[in-house]
């Protein structure tokens, strides 16, 4: 009987022992490791009067950019003096601003004055493919116009066999091809990872950033991939048009008398379009690697980079 109780004191719990450890374990990790169906955006701030005031904030803008952009697209459709290839992708940007604030600002409205920040993981993806879609091609829309007003200024006279219509249609459908391929590939790879833990995302969208420091796989790949496509997509397009206007400006300049004012008042448009798009953006994604107390504090600045852009270039 001594033999036998030895043997399962010594023997036999030591075995149970080791087994029932890694068993919590395993335990521990699926409790953590619960599958997220659902992310939180950031809302605004607590309080019905800042619930209101950030609702017809975001309200006003959106309308505004409506009516700025569909003023532009109606103008340069139905006015024929219009219809040459600066207007032509002018119209184009116009239309994809609109796409663009549709993607985000409507359902900011609607969780502002609820205060309801769910948002589904199906619905998460749809945002961040339009989102990245808009961006990368209205990246090449402002390059293709930063060519049309190269060819326009530098090589006049062979304008029209350049830019013809067939080279316009072309090239807008290259660049919603590319935008496709571009936001599928980034979307897709995200959503490939798994999402557990926290789903509170830092932004009163879904975008890259936020997903993926949410995600508890490796992101390494992602990293890469987003910092490859940013350094050859975004950094390709902005050293063609600074390439361009350093031609334009070199070429400007031996104008005679009042066609150097003239050329500027043209290109200077694109110029500050250019210039707040890639600011509205890196305003949105500096603001990732700050710390959620600093994050809160921004609250009321960080919303209206996205926007500025589609809200300004009508104005401009």
Same mark, same amino acid.
């Given at each position: 009987m001594n033999l036998y109780s030895n043997c399962i004191n010594h023997d036999l719990l030591p075995l149970s022992y080791d087994f029932i450890i890694p068993h919590n374990q395993n335990f521990q990790y699926m409790t953590n490791s619960t599958m997220v169906?659902?992310?939180?955006?950031?809302?605004?701030?607590?309080?019905?009067?800042?619930?209101?005031?950030?609702?017809?904030?975001?309200?006003?803008?959106y309308l505004s950019t409506l009516l700025g952009n569909l003023l532009i697209v109606t103008v340069t459709t139905a006015d024929q003096n219009l219809h040459t290839p600066m207007y032509f992708f002018l119209r184009n940007l116009s239309t994809l601003? @609109?796409?663009?604030?549709? %993607? #985000?600002?409507?359902?900011?409205?609607?969780?502002?004055?609820?205060?309801?920040?769910a948002i589904s993981v199906a619905g998460c993806a749809m945002q961040i493919f339009l989102v990245i879609f808009c961006a990368c091609v209205e990246m090449l829309f402002l390059t293709i116009m930063a060519w049309d007003r190269y060819v326009a200024i530098c090589q006049p006279l062979q304008y029209s066999i350049?830019?013809?219509?067939?080279?316009?249609?072309?090239?807008?459908?290259?660049s919603l091809l590319s935008g496709l391929v571009y936001a599928g590939v980034h979307t897709g790879n995200t959503f490939r990872l798994s999402f557990c833990q926290s789903n509170e995302v830092h932004q009163f969208f879904c975008d890259l950033p936020?997903?993926?420091? @949410?995600?508890?796989?490796? %992101? #390494?790949?992602?990293m890469i991939l987003v910092l490859v496509s940013v350094v050859f997509v975004g950094g390709g397009c902005f050293i063609f048009i600074v390439t361009s206007y350093i031609h334009i400006f070199s070429t400007v300049l031996r104008f005679p008398n009042r066609a150097p004012s003239k050329a500027f008042s043209t290109c200077t448009p694109h110029i500050?379009?250019?210039?707040?798009?890639?600011?509205?953006?890196?305003?949105?994604?500096?603001?990732?690697?700050?710390?959620?107390?600093r994050l809160c504090f921004s609250l009321p600045v960080t919303p209206w980079f996205l926007p500025s852009s589609p809200f300004l270039n009508p104005i401009i």
């Open positions: 169906t659902e992310f939180l955006l950031l809302g605004s701030p607590d309080g019905w009067n800042m619930r209101v005031l950030y609702f017809m904030v975001f309200l006003l803008t601003d @609109l796409c663009y604030i549709s %993607t #985000t600002v409507p359902s900011a409205c609607v969780n502002s004055i609820t205060g309801n920040r350049i830019m013809n219509p067939h080279f316009c249609v072309s090239m807008t459908l290259a936020s997903l993926l420091s @949410l995600s508890c796989s490796d %992101t #390494t790949s992602n500050l379009m250019v210039s707040i798009f890639l600011s509205s953006g890196a305003g949105v994604y500096l603001q990732q690697p700050l710390t959620h107390s």
